[in-house]
């Protein structure tokens, strides 16, 4: 089993759409998680970050957690073609401890 | 800030050569992480320094990598010798004690001819 999994996709949502993105981890001390978003040729870069049980929004970006499913997942709201990109999870478990990313699921947001 | 500075940004080299790839933290970050990408394998972990010392190689894929951190601001990835099967993107990656937010850098291609 993978530390970190995601569907790789990829998952396609028209535009003013919400895309569900989701993730699943196996070590169950886990204390920290990650979205960034990887654009093609370009290197990831953060978008959200969420540590404890329920949900974190940012703007368009909301991040859940569910630890006890070990379960994290990233919506987008209104979604815009500029959002079209790989989306990365990350985990992390204790401070200071390795990241370990998931596979990342892309994004196609279509006009 | 200059953020995360990877050198070289393309190397291509042939089957049996020394490559090795350089990384310049950003400045007070304490951590470093180096990644490897490839489409089969996504983004994987070979080695992070905790102010400056190597805390888990586990990621390492054989004896051919090694890493070095001789200071808080330099850090050298060297593959000897290389293969064919070692090109892929390699990140470059740091971050604060304090905010564990990993910020990147912009990557060396790698190919191995």
Partial sequence: QKEVEQNSGPLSVP???IASLNCTY????????????????KSPELIMSIYSNGDKEDGRF???LNKASQYVSLLIRDSQPSDSA????AVR?????KLIFGQGTELSVKP | DAGVIQSPR?????????????CKPISGHNSLFWYRQTMMRGLELLIYFNNNVPIDDSGMPEDRFSAKMPNASFSTLKIQPSEPRDSAVYFCAS??????KLF???GTQLSVL
């Fill in chain 1, 15 to 17: 535009e003013g759409a």
């Fill in chain 1, 26 to 41: 196996s070590d169950r001390v886990s204390q920290s998680f990650f979205w960034y978003r990887q654009y093609s040729g």
């Fill in chain 1, 62 to 64: 909301t991040a859940q």
């Fill in chain 1, 86 to 89: 790989t989306y990365l999870c």
């Fill in chain 1, 93 to 97: 478990g204790n401070q200071g401890g």
């Fill in chain 2, 10 to 22: 393309h190397e291509v080299t042939e089957m049996g050569q020394e490559v090795t790839l350089r």
């Fill in chain 2, 95 to 100: 971050s604060s004690r304090t905010d564990e």
């Fill in chain 2, 104 to 106: 990147f850098g912009s």
